[in-house]
């Protein structure tokens, strides 16, 4: 036999050998599943508690384990005004949302009534430049409010048609030219300076264009301190 042959039959054998070997692939690691937090609160509110405004107990605090290694908590959600509240802790760096949450509520003590007249059913025309009388009332137990317990009174440049306010808009602040008498409030707002909006009328036939007022409109919002508000639609026109 040639050493040619010799080597052939080798190699050939080689060939078998190995093709008769199957790869079996690695077993995949088990996925690392993270440990949920443990929290814990510390808080006299309570899941579906509710409470009249003025009663609310202060912000509450959390702390949060995980792993058997305390890691940083703080609260979210918090609010002591009149409306639906979640509290939410937020657990680790960066902090992500955990459970268990409290939800619960605050309740209106104080009564609001207006815009009164001319304001009918939250809307007002008027031309531009004129006085615009705004009145309303804020009471508790029959007892009327202070005009510190007004937390805002402003009037908005919005859209006429989706009330969106205009950017840049304009704002004006009612709450300076706010006074008491008996047991309203009344704000006489001022509004020369109020700028008609004018619109460029397209050519059209003989007719050169022209600019020509349109209305204008301010969303007037007055906030109390205990959440609750008021708003009215003001339409300004030549």
């Not at 039959?9 to 692939?25: E, K, M, Q």
Request: charged share 15%.
């Amino acid at each position: 036999m040639t050493r040619f042959s010799t080597r052939a039959l080798a190699g050939a054998a080689i060939t078998v050998l190995l093709g008769s070997f199957a790869v079996i692939p690695a077993a995949a690691a088990d996925p690392v599943v993270p440990v949920a937090p443990v929290v814990t609160w510390s808080t006299e509110i309570t899941n579906g508690q509710s409470f009249a405004y003025g009663t609310v107990p202060t912000s509450p605090t959390c702390t949060a384990m995980q792993d058997a290694t305390q890691v940083g908590c703080e609260v979210a959600g918090y609010g002591d005004k009149v409306g639906s509240y979640t509290l939410v802790p937020m657990v680790g760096e960066p902090a992500v949302a955990a459970t268990p949450t409290i939800g619960y509520t605050v309740t209106a003590t104080w009564k609001l009534k207006g815009f009164f007249s001319p304001v009918k059913k939250g809307k007002l025309t008027r031309h531009y430049g004129s006085n615009t009388p705004l009145k309303f009332s804020i009471k508790e137990n029959g007892k009327s409010k202070a005009k510190s317990d007004i937390s805002s009174f402003s009037a908005v440049l919005v859209s006429c048609t989706d009330l969106t306010p205009v950017v840049p808009g304009t704002t004006t602040d009612l709450l300076k030219v706010t006074k008491k008498t008996g047991g309203s409030f009344h704000a006489n707002w001022k509004t020369s300076k109020i700028k008609p909006v004018k619109v460029t009328v397209p050519a059209k036939g003989k007719a050169k264009a022209k600019k020509v007022i349109v209305p204008s409109c301010y969303q007037v919002t007055m906030t109390a301190m205990d959440g609750q508000a008021l708003t009215a639609l003001v339409t300004f026109k030549k």
